[in-house]
């Protein structure tokens, strides 16, 4: 992160970190570099460090600066999608015969990247309930090179203790791996609290409109950050021009959205609570959530995804999501737009019949910035 934005305000970094005025025409907004090389002034004589746009892109790089002032990191890096920058990070990090601790509630699309993937390669896992530090300590052995979090996790919304569980790794001597993309670096601070690398989907919360996929890896140490970097170039699934100029527009608005989204999501949530039809809602923000007190202490708000369970099991759960119409049905998250879906047959198909196989009857909701009376209206005709 820039020494310039380090005192500045989130919402202040957020538009201006990255974001320098083109020197040329002092354009307010980087130029999208549509561009694959560039001219050099002799041999090996590059200007500002660019010679080809898979090793870096002024608009990648914009992005990338923007990403580490707002996660207080020293280096960022953007990818071609979330799962791009898993893999990156999976294979600087790991090697044959090397062991990673996973959580029992996770994304799909990692789980099955450990589990169809990078296992083949020869590198094992265990699977661990976060929210539990001991299990975690449990799971570590003297093979273990990662702990991987998410928090909150997706889909059950499950809180991981982060600064009780980087303690955990430091004293195991491995490094900690926190997914960011549910609370988004707005509501929660992963290096601050003692991870050593976060990752994002920049799809979901920081591009926020639903139409860009990225990725992105931030990490405070910056030997580690020159280490993603080398194999970011070396493996080559980055983020394009266009793709890293719609995310740092999307993120400039990332303030007032998540104020939104956990607004919304709060008032929601009351009204799930008490709905004849709901048997359990799964949300931090709630006072009888097990991780209540963990979210309260190192996030801002509780975000805008919650997930609940009906009255009627997996057929009742797919009618709710069926019967939706403000609420789109579609997997992904993190839009101004409401999302829904049936995450055991969509989002967490992949995990099906593992340790991290999700209830038949669970229904997950990526809250909008829309009028809430709206959404409340129609959750309440989907319900019935």
């Known amino acids: 992160m820039s020494d310039q934005h380090t005192h500045q305000s989130f919402e202040t970094r957020a538009i201006h970190a990255g974001n320098t005025a083109d020197p040329l025409t002092g354009a307010v907004v980087p130029p999208i570099y549509q561009v694959s090389t560039y001219k050099q002034d002799g041999v090996g004589g590059l200007r500002g460090g660019y010679e080809y746009s898979r090793s870096a892109n002024p608009t990648r790089t914009a992005l990338e600066e923007n990403l580490a002032a707002l996660e207080g990191g020293r280096r960022g890096l953007a990818f071609a999608s979330g799962l791009a920058a898993e893999d990156c990070l999976l294979r600087t990090l790991l090697a044959p015969g090397d062991h990673v601790v996973i959580p029992n ?30 299990s975690v300590r449990d799971a570590v052995n003297d093979r273990t090179k990662l702990i991987w979090v998410e928090t909150p996790s997706n889909p059950l919304l ?17 490094k900690l791996v926190v997914d960011n993309t549910f609370a988004s670096p707005y509501l929660q601070q992963p290096l601050a609290l003692g991870a050593d690398v976060v990752v994002h989907s920049l799809t979901k919360y920081m591009g926020g409109h639903s139409d860009v996929v990225g990725g992105a890896l931030v990490t405070a140490d910056e030997a580690l950050g020159e280490e993603l970097a080398y194999h970011q170039n070396a493996m080559g699934a980055v983020a394009g021009p266009f793709d890293s100029w719609i995310v740092l527009r999307g993120i400039k608005t990332l303030a007032v959205r998540m104020d939104r989204h956990s607004e919304n ?11 004849p039809k709901v048997t359990q809602v799964l949300y931090p923000g709630l006072p009888e959530h097990p991780g209540h007190e963990v979210a309260a202490k190192q996030m801002r708000s509780f975000g805008g995804m919650i997930s609940f369970r009906v009255e009627g099991g997996e057929e009742a759960a797919v009618e709710v999501c069926n019967r939706a119409q403000l609420f789109t049905l579609g997997e992904s998250l993190g839009g101004v737009e409401s999302l829904i879906e049936h995450p055991g047959r969509m989002t967490h198909a992949s995990v099906a019949g593992s340790a991290l196989e999700v209830p038949a009857d669970l229904v997950r909701l990526s809250v909008g910035i829309e009028n809430v009376d709206d959404l409340l209206a129609d959750l309440r005709q989907a319900l019935g």
């Open 265 to 275: 999501a709060a008032k929601i949530v009351e009204m799930l609570t008490q709905h």
């Open 105 to 134: 509630d996770a994304y799909g699309g990692t789980f099955r990247l450990f589990a169809k993937v990078v296992q083949r390669w020869g590198v094992d896992f265990s699977v661990a309930d976060t929210s539990d530090v001991e």
């Open 158 to 174: 499950g809180i991981t203790d982060i600064e009780a569980v980087a303690g955990v790794a430091r004293q195991a001597g491995v």
